[in-house]
Structure formats: C-alpha cells, structure tokens
C-alpha cells in the first residue's frame, strides 16, 4: 500500500542548512509537496515539485526528487528561528481524494 | 478572502455526545476534505466531497458522517462521540479545475471526548 515516511525530529543550529528526508512507496504520484505548519495552525503549503522533476528551487528552499530511490528532500538554506515548525511531505495521484501525508518532521533551531 | 475557516476552534465532549464540525471556504472550490491529525500519525482523510450533494469515504470514516449541502459548506458530524476520536480536525479545500492540485487548509478544531 502507499506510505509516506519521515524522521520525527531534526534540530540545527540557526544559520545552518536543514535537510529534512521523505521516502514514499507508490511511484505512480503526480505532485510532492512540502507542507509547513506552525503551532496551533493549520498546513500551509511551502513548495511542491511535479514527479517527473529532479529539483526545483524556490529562494532558499530546495526539493530534490530521487525518484529510482523514491526519495524526496526538503533543504532550507540559512535556517531561521521563524522556521521553526513540523514539516509534512506528501504525495498526490490523479484521483481527488488521493493524497497521502507523511507524520511530519519537527524542525527546532538551535541559537 | 477568508480562505478557508473552521468553527468551533476548541471543544470539549462526553462520551456519546454528539456536534457537528462546520466548515467554510469563500473560493469556490469544488474539492472538500475533512482530515484528523493525530501525533506521530500525519493527516488521515475522514471523508471528502468532489461537489455540492456529494460525499465520499476516506480512509478513517467510521464514527463520522458528513454532509455538503451547499458548495461552500463541508460538515463533519459525530453522532456519539468516543475517546478514540479526540484529535485535532482539518479542513481542506481544492479547486477542481484542471491544473490545481494545491489543498488549502483551515486553522482545525481541537477535539477532546472525556
């Protein structure tokens, strides 16, 4: 079945790049998305890269698609206190009701 | 615009009590969704709406019933509510056009069941 996996936590110190990792299962997805939600709020949706793309960049974030791995990154370069949120990767698939969303990474910054 | 919101914000039930969750988007969307997030878990779909009069399951339907009576209107209803479904609620909307895959989601409402 699909599946959506990501690590729980990731702490940097501010000012460094944060790498945040997604691996997926089913490779029939036509978006992957990165979704950003600070406390008490709802997903907002950071950046979302089409499947048949290796990368798209987008100021100082970067997603990078490894699709023979089924591996999606999420790099946010000069990492802020402001970043500071769960990040949720996810995948959708040409039906509506499709998407299926990883548990989220929790980003802390470090001073 | 609004975008899209979520009434209430916070509620507390008992066992078997019932409530309906309201949800409004003023984008004219097509796509409805109800998800629950729970920790360590991500998002799960409750049940969604492709239209106006028009419902579907998700992947955790059960306990739940919904209605899309008018397009802008989503609700999600809990008949007699469990401890098993206090969790935090979300709200999402899509347009249908082609070419837009982007869910926009309202702030959710907290849901504790004593």
């Known amino acids: 079945g699909e599946d959506v996996e990501q690590s729980l936590f990731l702490s940097v110190r501010e000012g460094d790049s944060s790498v945040i990792n997604c691996t997926y299962t089913?490779?029939?997805?036509?978006?992957l998305y990165w979704y950003k939600q600070e406390p008490g709020a709802g997903l907002q949706l950071l950046t979302y890269i089409f499947s048949n793309m290796d990368m798209k960049q987008d100021q100082r974030l970067t997603v990078l698609l490894n699709k023979k791995d089924k591996h999606l990154s999420l790099r946010i370069a000069d990492t802020q206190t402001g970043d500071s949120a769960i990040y949720f990767c996810a995948e959708s698939f040409s039906s509506a009701s499709k998407i299926i969303f990883g548990s989220g990474t929790r980003l802390s910054i470090r001073p | 615009n609004a975008g899209v919101t979520q009434t209430p914000k916070f509620r507390v039930l008992k066992t078997g009590q019932s409530m309906t969750l309201l949800c409004a988007q003023d984008?004219?969307?097509?796509?409805m969704y109800w998800y629950r997030q729970d920790p360590g878990m991500g998002l799960r779909l409750i049940h969604y709406?492709?239209?106006?009069?028009?419902?579907a399951k998700g992947e955790v339907p059960d306990g739940y019933n919904v209605s899309r009576l008018k397009k802008q209107n989503f609700l999600l209803g809990l008949e007699s509510a469990a401890p098993s479904q206090t969790s935090v609620y979300f709200c999402?909307?899509?347009?249908?056009?082609?070419?837009?895959?982007?869910?926009?989601f309202g702030p959710g409402t907290r849901l504790t069941v004593t």
């Open positions: 999402a909307s899509k347009t249908g056009s082609s070419g837009g895959h982007e869910q926009y």
């Open positions: 089913d490779s029939s997805s036509t978006y």
């Open positions: 709406s492709v239209g106006e009069g028009t419902t």
């Open positions: 984008m004219n969307h097509e796509y």
